[in-house]
């Protein structure tokens, strides 16, 4: 035969016991040629493009998936980031198209949108400031929309009124939806250093650069990454682990890329790119965190964790860049707390804690990404945090980003739930050592140097 | 790939019985659908293994309703079926 036996039962193996599946296709629209200074009649342009171009989207992911037998778990959309849309420096309007895009995406049945998002790395436009405005109200009052704001990025530094202003938004948006743990703020993303083609949630938005309508593809195979080390047993050295999590992350990597040329080629839109990232989902045997486990530590967060995580992420893009010559998007291994069992079995027995996430960022893709904190934290605190965060992708110019919902009325030992791919999280302890005044100092930190790097 | 051809790979895992390798090979038969080549296996002494490279160029059904005839076909038997394009092994199993 073509294949043998084994190659076979090992495929149909990957997907039905290891959840091998593509996590989102994500259709990528332009919106540049629907701004319009009337709200209304932008709202009205906006909503006839999603209509037109993700028409098909559901019924083609659906066949496509049939034919491989490879399941796609999200269909979503990515927009031009609606600033740069909306050209009206008010909250109103910013309000107004939200709710139009959050509708015209529930008609065609995606699971998510994102563009809800601002670039202020270096300061505000009067049009950021309303969009900004009316995140808190556009967060709780729409349901597929997800918003991103730049704070900062390695040629302009950190802008510190940002991660202040950004806070309070983050506290707000988590009291207006409060009866649901502050889902509200899941919905949002704060980066350093963001790419434009990014497919995943909430942080994806369709950058100046891209084409018309492209698709953006997602892959999901944690569980498959994990059962090639369980066969290697405890035995193998370093070397054979990355060489195992090589291999299988070419063969993700494959089925990723097979799945988003045919859906592109079936919507008749261009294929932008494979983003090699390991997303976890909350199922068992899903999760990065039981990668590290079957590499030999007892729990993620022991020390080594940002050894192993480095190995790991290095390991896959290694193999999935030889896989696919479209390879873009974020590109690293995900440790969302609330969305990977191992992750949330850590924090809830303390082996986790945030500090421990913060240097495990600086080694992998994306950030401190749905952590819930108790609802008491103050702004300022958790503006420095985000501070941190953001210093970390500046420094090392790479991506980094925060996803954190100070849950309202919880605290440590309480636990958020948010159902579905967002999971759940138990609240986790932040630092009680003031940095008020560092924070209420405001202003930007300059860009970091880029050379004499120690 | 040329034009007309369409190869699906079908693979049985399961208990093993009587007469399940006839009883798949009828449903494609009756839907045109053309064996090529046929791999069976019982692994550790129980578990029944088998993949089948297929044409489908002549057939009128999608994948789906393949699917669903051959589910009916073996229901009674403890068997998982798959059907996938194998355009999908080459990918993954070949440079």
Redesign the interface.
């Known amino acids: ?3 043998t ?1 084994e ?6 193996g990957m ?2 016991e290891d959840k091998l599946d593509i996590r989102t296709v994500t259709l990528g629209i332009s919106l540049f040629d629907c701004s319009d200074p009337d709200p209304a009649v932008c709202a009205r342009k906006v909503r006839e493009k999603i209509l037109k171009k993700g028409a098909n989207l559901s019924e083609k992911a659906s066949f496509v998936a ?5 399941p796609i778990v999200n269909k979503r959309i990515s927009l031009t980031p609606i600033s740069q849309v909306v050209p009206v420096a008010d909250p109103a309007a910013f309000v107004e198209v939200a709710h139009a895009v959050d509708g015209a995406a529930g008609e065609i049945g995606v699971d998510f949108v994102g563009g809800y998002t601002a670039m202020i790395q270096k300061g505000e436009t009067a049009i950021d400031r309303a969009l900004i405005a009316a995140m808190p109200e556009v967060l709780a009052t729409t349901q597929r929309f997800c918003a991103s704001v730049v704070l900062a990025s390695t040629k302009a530094g950190i802008n510190m009124d940002g991660c202040y202003t950004m806070s309070q938004v983050i506290k707000d948006a988590a009291e207006r939806t409060a009866k649901q743990d502050g889902i509200g703020c899941a919905k949002l993303v704060l980066f350093a250093n963001p790419v434009e083609d990014n497919p995943f949630m909430a942080g994806a938005y369709y950058g100046a650069g891209e084409s018309e309508s492209s698709i953006l593809v997602g892959v999901s195979g944690p569980g498959a990454v994990r059962r090639a080390l369980e066969k290697l047993g405890p035995d193998a050295d370093l070397g054979e682990v990355a060489e195992a999590i090589k291999k299988s992350a070419f ?1 993700i990597t ?2 990723g ?2 799945v988003g040329k045919k859906i592109a080629k079936q919507l008749g839109v261009s294929f932008g790119n494979l983003d090699l990232s390991l997303a976890p989902t909350p199922a068992e045997g899903d999760s990065v965190g039981q990668i590290l486990e079957t590499m030999g530590l007892a729990m993620p967060g022991a020390p080594g964790s940002t050894a192993a995580l480095m190995m790991l992420n290095d390991a896959v893009k290694k193999g999935g860049l030889f896989a696919s010559s479209s390879v873009g998007g974020l590109s690293g291994a995900f440790i969302p707390v609330s969305e990977d069992a191992s992750m949330i079995k850590a924090a809830k027995v303390g082996a986790i804690t945030i500090e421990k996430l913060e240097a495990m960022t600086s080694v992998c893709s994306v950030g401190l990404d749905m952590i819930a904190i108790p609802g008491t934290t103050n702004a300022e605190t958790l503006a420095a945090i985000i501070a941190d965060e953001m210093a970390i992708g500046c420094a090392n110019n790479k991506t980094t980003a925060t996803r954190i919902i100070p849950a309202p009325g919880k605290d440590i030992g309480d636990s958020v739930h948010f159902g579905g791919l967002l999971g759940e999280a138990p609240v986790m302890a932040v630092s009680q050592v003031s940095a008020d005044t560092f924070v209420r100092r405001g202003g930007r930190i300059p860009a970091p140097l880029q050379s004499l790097k120690n | 790939m040329g034009k007309n051809k369409k190869r699906i ?1 079908v ?1 049985v ?1 399961g208990t093993d019985e009587v007469g399940i390798v006839a009883k798949i090979a009828t449903v494609l038969a009756e839907n045109n659908i053309n064996i090529i ?1 046929i ?1 069976q ?1 019982i692994l550790d002494d129980e578990i029944f ?1 088998m ?1 089948l ?1 297929a044409d489908r160029v002549k057939s009128s059904l ?3 309703e393949i699917t669903t005839k051959l589910q009916e076909s073996i229901k009674e038997l403890s068997l ?1 079926v ?12 070949r440079v």
């Open positions: 035969m073509k294949f036996n190659e076979i039962l090992e495929t149909v997907i039905a049939d034919e491989y037998g490879l063969k494959r089925a890329e097979l | 790979v693979t895992i080549d791999n296996k293994a993949t490279l999608g994948l789906p998982t798959t059907v996938q394009d194998s355009e999908v092994f080459q990918y993954m199993h």
